[in-house]
């Protein structure tokens, strides 16, 4: 009896043991289930998301990083740059020089290089980050650094004197986005995008130091180089705007990679008010020019010895890219010789609601560089009422066309001597007729916008009612941008302004 009770009583208990394992591994895995998931919720959370849930406890060393690291990239790089350097450097002279002679500034007669060399040092890649936003397509953001040893050195011709200017402690930070469009066929990549994220902005830093002489041998000279580069880059390489390259060989459609015309901006310089004075005896006479791309500039009429002008004048300018795109502002006064600037402003049109007019006063600042900025007395301000109207996908077609139209126009212009710059801003007034070409601008009253019309066999821009903004765009010409596509050939429209800089003064 005892026997029988002691073997029923070791099953029960063995059955008990069993049991209760059984369930404690249950208890276990849910609690891991569980586990997981919340660290997967985890994983979504942002700095910021982080910050709300752990107040003052949030740990500091914790990080968000956004690029992966490629040390064997930097590794291969380092191995290869001697024979990158040498093939860079030659494509870089075949396609910088023919920019710096498009973006030479007013005052200086050439500009090239007389040495190029990238030196020995490599760029570094201190990190990759891909993405797949759009079907078809892989984007690459590319963190790019080069802190190197190049011998750049530039030759300026101007009026006054010729300069050997040597390029020293060039150091280059930027985001490079590199954007594959895919294909079915061997490569597998129909076309490559290039270009700076303007988030980071771009940094080149440099110092110039002339070889055989001084810099004050060209007054302005410093500047102008520093313009000229930020307007190259601005103009053509920073997002929106980039370089499509077709790749293997084939042709190619690349107009949905080629930045596309996205909405036209009315925009009425109402007046200015309290600005600095410059001139010695007598007051400024100053004029403002409105731009979005560097290339395509307007500007209003003068107003003669007064320091409080009324312009009340509209014109109508393209935009790309509204989330990332600004309009500046730029008030000038009216010299013998160079202009100089009274002030400039940037106003984003991300902050632009469609079809709604907004009137705002803007600060004039020295230079939209803060780095630059060493006077903070005040400037005046500038007031300017701005309409922005979103295309409709006819309208952006017609733009797009307009525009490859009115940029060669523009060189031909250039090649027959009736303007002496792409750089030039168009004036309210001017009139240019040849043979082929003629350009009209009007910018006076409430009304003024800029509807193309043909001279002869060529085109025209002649102004129209601020009302016509969306029938006047599908009918004909209007004033905008340009993609750059394959090479590094854009052709900047507009009229010149001789301007001289001021940084911090």
Known sequence: MGLITGLIMGVLVGIALMAGWREMMKSRARKRVAKAADIKLLGT?????????????YPEWVSFPMFEQVKWLNKQLAKLWPFIADAASMVIRESVEPLLEEYRPPGITALKFSKLSLGNVAPKVEGIRVQSLNKGQIIMDIDFRWGGDPSIILGVEALVASLPIQLKDLQVFTVVRVIFQLAEEIPCISAVVVALLSDPKPRIDYTLKAVGGSLTAIPGLSDMIDDTVDTIITDMLQWPHRIVVPIG???????????????????????????????????????????????????????????????????????????????????????????????????????????????????????????????????????????????????????????????????????????????????????????????????????????????????????SGLGTVGSGLTKAGKFMGKTITGNFSSKRSGTSTPVMQENGS
């Open 45 to 57: 959370l942002n700095r910021e998301d982080l910050k709300k849930l752990c107040g003052d406890n």
């Open 249 to 463: 060989g084939v042709p190619v459609d690349t107009s949905e990679l080629e930045l596309k015309p996205q909405g036209m901006l009315s925009v009425t310089v109402v007046k200015a008010t309290s600005l600095k004075n410059k001139e010695v005896i007598g007051k400024s006479d100053p004029y403002a020019v409105i731009f979005i791309q560097p290339k395509f500039k307007v500007k209003t009429k003068v107003v003669d010895n007064n320091l409080n002008p009324v312009w009340n004048e509209t014109f109508e300018v393209i935009a790309e890219d509204k989330e990332t795109q600004s309009l500046i502002v730029e008030v000038f006064d009216k010299d013998i010789g160079q202009d100089k600037r009274l002030g400039i402003a940037k106003l984003s049109l991300i902050d632009l609601q469609p079809e709604k007019t907004k009137e705002v006063e803007l600060r004039l600042l020295p230079s939209l560089d803060m780095l630059k900025i060493k006077d903070k007395k005040d400037r005046g301000t500038v007031t300017v009422k701005v309409l922005y109207h979103q295309f409709s996908k006819e309208e952006q077609l017609s733009a797009f066309e307009e525009e490859k139209r009115i940029l060669e126009d523009r060189r031909k212009l250039k090649e027959e001597g009736l303007i002496g710059s792409t750089l030039d801003a168009v004036d309210g007034a001017a009139s240019l007729v040849t043979s082929g070409v003629g350009l009209v601008g009007t910018g006076i009253g409430a009304g003024a916008g800029l509807v193309g019309s043909g001279i002869g066999a060529g085109a025209g821009l002649v102004g």
